[in-house]
């Protein structure tokens, strides 16, 4: 598991300590974006403890469980916010987020689920307007399938098609992306983001009410 401290600042005057616990790096390199995306348009200063597990889902529900006992013997305290993202894959959004809602009960209310239907590299592919904003050429709106690997592969060839040239990762450029999304568009095209990003507005606005 890879633990990295990110310091946002963002302009306000109580800070928000934000922990990730997800898939991958893509996964963190999307909600970290994310986050200092809504952190700015809030006026909200943030910190973001960024782990990242290798493994798959499976791995994220087994270490996910150590963490949150982990995180609740800490002696400096439970952060303000912890974020869980891992792809639905095959199982679907609603069987991934009763998996994540049963570990993490005892912390609820801190817990907001981020599960890509089917895979976090769809989400890139939503927005081609952005998308063309950040490689010069647009992509293709994305199927809805589950298949391993599939948008994976369309996000590299699309990025191919954009720049001619073959991205060793198909991640790359992940920050560009999320900050030129429209993320109203987005959400109404995909079900799996609209949660995430409900969920996170919603905590923003309460944020911001008690700075007021």
């Keep these: 598991m890879l633990y990295r401290l990110l310091n946002v600042s963002c302009g306000g005057t109580l800070m928000r300590n934000t922990n990730l616990f ?25 910190n973001i403890t960024a782990s990242s597990v290798r493994g798959g889902h499976g791995k994220v529900i087994m270490e996910l469980k150590q963490y949150l006992r982990d995180l609740q013997h800490y002696k400096e305290g439970l952060p303000d916010l912890i974020i869980v993202g891992t792809d639905s894959n095959c199982k679907g959004l609603s069987e991934r987020e009763t998996e994540i809602n049963q570990v993490t009960s005892d912390l ?50 699309a990025i191919y098609q954009a720049t001619m040239v073959f991205p060793l990762e198909a991640i790359e450029h992940v920050e560009e992306l999320v900050n030129e999304m429209n993320l109203q568009r ?12 409900s969920a996170l507005q919603r905590q923003f606005r309460i944020w911001q009410q008690t700075e007021d």
Aim: glycine fraction near 4%; include cysteine.
């Design 22 to 46: 997800v898939e991958d790096v893509a996964h963190e390199d999307f909600l970290t974006a994310l986050i200092q995306r809504l952190a700015d348009a809030h006026n909200i200063e943030i």
């Design 186 to 197: 987005v959400a109404q095209m995909d079900r799996s983001i609209d949660r995430l990003l």
């Design 108 to 157: 609820s209310d801190l817990v907001i689920s981020m599960v890509p239907e089917p895979h976090i590299e769809r989400w890139l592919l939503l927005d081609s307007e952005a998308f063309k904003t950040v490689f010069g050429k647009g992509c293709s709106v994305p199927d809805q399938k589950c298949e391993r690997g599939r948008y994976k592969n369309m996000l590299l060839n």
